[in-house]
């Protein structure tokens, strides 16, 4: 699975545009959930149900809470699945590997 991160708002778009297959994960510094769920995204990324997948990481605190509101979020950590463009499925908190798993057969 590849990492990209965005750190603006056209950064966040350009990647949904230029990839069809994007799980973002919203995070900020200070949340435990976030770090678990980072562990959890670690566990999957060279899994079969990753593959052609791109991790999309987005860090509240660079980004802004703005945009973060502007799309309807309201907790960290939130992971998004996007497939062509549009959101297929929201995922808010902590996830474990195998809900993870899950979703992403969605977008497969």
Not at 23 to 43: E, Q, T
């Amino acid at each position: 699975m590849q990492t990209l991160h965005a750190a603006t708002p056209d950064a966040y778009h350009a990647a949904l545009r230029d990839h069809p297959a994007v799980l973002v994960d919203f995070h900020k510094d200070n949340c435990p959930g976030c770090r678990m769920l980072d562990m959890s995204l670690a566990s999957i990324a060279g899994s079969p149900s990753t593959a052609g997948i791109v991790l999309l990481k987005v860090h509240l605190e660079t980004i802004g809470e703005v945009f973060f509101r502007s799309l309807g979020l309201r907790q960290t950590p939130t992971l998004l699945l996007v497939r062509d463009g549009q959101e297929v499925a929201r995922l808010a908190g902590y996830q474990s590997p195998t809900q993870i798993g899950a979703a992403l057969e969605t977008v497969a």
